[in-house]
């Protein structure tokens, strides 16, 4: 029987993906934005880490203050994370694509796709790797295949999972499942690009692992 905290953990997920998709933009964004400023003034355990983690790129002579403010868009570009995330199921095509900045260098990936051979985008836990997916296939340059961790309780990957076939994006586990011979396979002979990322919950802190002993939350 599951227990209540996971039962609470796919509840909060479920709310995400059925309702802040239906509320005005607008008011889901200052929501968003309130939350992140709040668990950012507390400083619990997840914000010190993150702190701790920037203190290691800024340096330790850096003022308080810059740690502070820099901590702070961290926050908050993490709760940006999540309500694209919530809403990019109902974001319009031309909106998604017309949002995202291509500096030229996915030509080469696409030149590759259009020929009918596979692509390797070895992603890191920053920014929206879900939007980039999707970017990818409605610009129609060809399907995206991911493996996925399977985390607990199973009803959360379910909704990952669900989240990203919803997109267009076949998901393979990375246990119990096909999946790194069926990815091999799809990344050397089909036309799809395969994305190595995960449905774990990105931490603020896991995009400052610049070295082998930061630290990021439980």
């Not at 909060?12 to 934005?33: H, K, T």
């Not at 990019?88 to 990936?109: C, E, F, K, N, S």
């Not at 997916?133 to 129609?140: D, F, K, N, P, Q």
Request: glycine fraction near 12%; aromatic fraction near 10%.
């Amino acid at each position: 029987m599951p227990r209540l905290r996971d039962r609470l953990t796919d509840a909060g997920y479920g709310l995400g993906w059925s309702v802040v998709c239906r509320l005005p933009e607008s008011w889901a964004r200052r929501g968003f934005r309130f939350a992140a400023d709040r668990a950012w003034r507390r400083q619990g355990p997840g914000v010190q880490v993150l702190e701790g983690n920037l203190r290691r790129v800024i340096g330790s002579q850096a003022p308080g203050g810059e740690l502070r403010a820099l901590s702070r868009q961290a926050m908050r570009s993490y709760a940006r994370y999540w309500l694209e995330a919530f809403r990019l199921p109902v974001m319009p095509v031309d909106r998604l694509i017309g949002g995202v900045h291509d500096t030229g260098h996915i030509r080469a990936a696409f030149e590759y796709l259009a020929a009918g051979r596979g692509v390797v985008f070895a992603l890191p836990h920053m920014g929206n790797y879900d939007l980039a997916g999707a970017w990818v296939i409605a610009t129609g340059a060809g399907s995206v295949t991911t493996v996925a961790e399977r985390v607990k309780p199973e009803s959360v990957y379910s909704r990952f999972v669900a989240f990203r076939e919803g997109l267009g994006v076949e998901v393979l586990p990375a246990s119990g499942g096909r999946a790194a011979r069926s990815a091999s396979w799809r990344s050397g002979f089909g036309p799809a690009s395969l994305s190595a990322w995960s449905v774990t919950a990105m931490s603020p802190a896991a995009a400052w692992r610049w070295s082998s002993s930061a630290r990021r939350p439980a």
